[in-house]
């Protein structure tokens, strides 16, 4: 799949990576994104520091090109490569999508992951966006009222609790139907039984080792003496 | 072409009228449909004006502190996109020749609250008023078809346009596949029709079905451009050229 690069090869022209198609994608999540960082006062003011910067993002395998452009409290997204980007991402899109999903950055290079420009205005961004923290009470409490939201919440965090419960006593269960009904298993105490049988065997049989080895160099030197 | 005829006549739809009049009549259609404009274009583009206008915009390549004229701004649609885009240390100005289409921009971005670092101005785009070089983008929608002289117009927009800006022409164009030519022009003989039906006047619209058929095709928008000092010119064909985006870019030094 990987094709060496020619050093002096001729720009391609980008222009099929910026298409009306690209244009109503990037239209329906820049609204989705301004939206989410609407409902956090603090990440948009945070945001406003990183004004006028913009980051590329250039996706080879499939061939999409995004800039993300900031524009004080809001985010602006394009195709346009006109736009000059102060950092610029190249990589393929399982490698883009990890970057994105991980603050993991150790290991970009292998990842076939190119940056170019100011790598610090990444590091900030991510920050920034990792700390997106929306308060949804509030921002439900403004359509239902205080009291429906309250229901919402604990009713949300009582089916949590449930959840949570259930799958621990399923783990229980399967776990003792396993070790101690069927006995396709051993148990743990079983186990850690038998480990140190192996270890006091494993010590005898070292020490009937050596003890074997001083007894041979004995009877070597008493034959040839 | 036609403005060099020794009738001094020029085209109006598919009339010819005197280069003088041209303005005022353009101006009367305008007058009458300001009000039901917006609603008219969703119905004669079925929608699709808004994704144009957003591709449009994105490739203005605009970023926080640049200045940009929107020209035949019109009912302000593209001011109410270049605004958040500018933000508060750049500046667009909403330029239109004519008053009545102002108004409703105005009004509306007012109403929308945005109105921040948005400012308005009456304006002929073959004559306009603003010192050279001092936009980063000029941005003409829909609004190059009406202008009597357009090869003023685009000289006088290259003037304006700031030394590395850009100017971005959205214009009706000519359908590069012929059945589909033929499928949008059956579709837009309707639009006196919707245009009667909505504001009450299909004249206007009898105008703009004509007009788009008499604008420049793309490669002739394209040779204008280049003419008026503009360079890499390119455009791009939105729904099969039925419109095209020109752009045209301004060398950075000279």
């Known amino acids: 799949m990987s094709v060496t690069k020619l050093p002096a090869a001729s720009p391609r022209p980008l222009t099929k990576v910026n298409s009306i198609f690209h244009s109503t994608i990037y239209s329906l999540i820049e609204t989705g994104l301004n939206q989410a960082l609407s409902l956090d006062p603090g990440t948009r003011k945070q945001m406003e520091s990183l004004s006028g910067k913009c980051i590329r993002i250039h996706c080879q395998s499939p061939r999409l090109l995004l800039n993300i452009l900031v524009c004080e409290q809001h985010l602006s997204l394009s195709a346009n490569e006109a736009l000059q980007a102060d950092i610029s991402i190249k990589g393929n899109a399982s490698a883009l999508m990890k970057l994105l999903v991980t603050r993991n950055t150790a290991n970009l290079r292998q990842d076939g992951i190119v940056i170019s420009g100011d790598v610090g205005l990444l590091g900030k961004f991510q920050a920034i966006l990792q700390n997106l923290d929306i308060d949804w009470e509030y921002q439900l409490s403004k359509f239902i009222g205080d009291i429906p939201t309250q229901f919402t919440h604990d009713s949300i965090n009582a089916a949590g609790r449930f959840a949570k419960k259930t799958r621990h006593n399923l783990e229980e269960d399967i776990d003792n139907y396993l070790h101690d009904e069927t006995r396709l298993f051993p148990s743990e105490a079983e186990l850690k039984d038998f480990y140190k049988s192996v270890d006091v065997l494993r010590l005898r049989v070292d020490r009937l080792d050596s003890r074997t080895g001083k007894l041979q160099s004995i009877l070597a030197d008493a034959i040839s003496d | ?254």
């Open chain 2, 1 to 254: 072409m036609n403005n060099d005829s020794p009738e001094k006549t020029t085209h109006f739809g598919y009339r010819q009228v005197a280069v003088e009049e041209k303005a005022d009549l353009v101006g009367e259609v305008f007058h009458s449909v300001a009000k039901k404009y917006d609603l008219m274009n969703d119905v004669m583009s079925l929608g699709t004006h808004r994704i144009i206008k957003r591709f449009t915009v994105e490739l203005s390549a605009l970023r926080p502190g640049m200045k940009v004229l929107d020209l035949a701004g019109g009912t302000g649609d593209f001011s109410l996109l270049f605004s958040p885009l500018v933000g508060s240390q750049g500046q667009v100005v909403l330029a239109d020749i004519n008053e009545s289409m102002v108004r409703v921009g105005r009004d509306r971005i007012i109403d929308k609250g945005k109105s921040g670092n948005i400012s308005y101005t009456l304006a002929n785009a073959e004559q306009l008023p603003f010192t050279a070089n001092t936009f980063d983008c000029i941005c003409i929608a829909y609004g190059l078809r009406n202008v009597t002289d357009k090869q003023a117009a685009l000289n006088s927009m290259f003037e304006m346009t700031a030394p590395g800006g850009r100017v971005l022409i959205l214009e009706f164009s000519k359908p590069v596949n012929p059945l589909l030519g033929k499928a949008y022009d059956v579709y837009s003989t309707l639009w006196p029709k919707a245009g009667q039906l909505i504001t009450g006047d299909g004249e206007s619209y009898q105008y703009l079905v004509e007009s788009i058929r008499m604008h420049p095709d793309q490669e002739t928008l394209k040779q204008m451009m280049q003419e008026a000092g503009f360079e890499n010119c390119e455009y791009h064909n939105v729904m099969g050229g039925i419109c095209a985006i020109h752009v045209g870019h301004k060398a950075a030094s000279r």
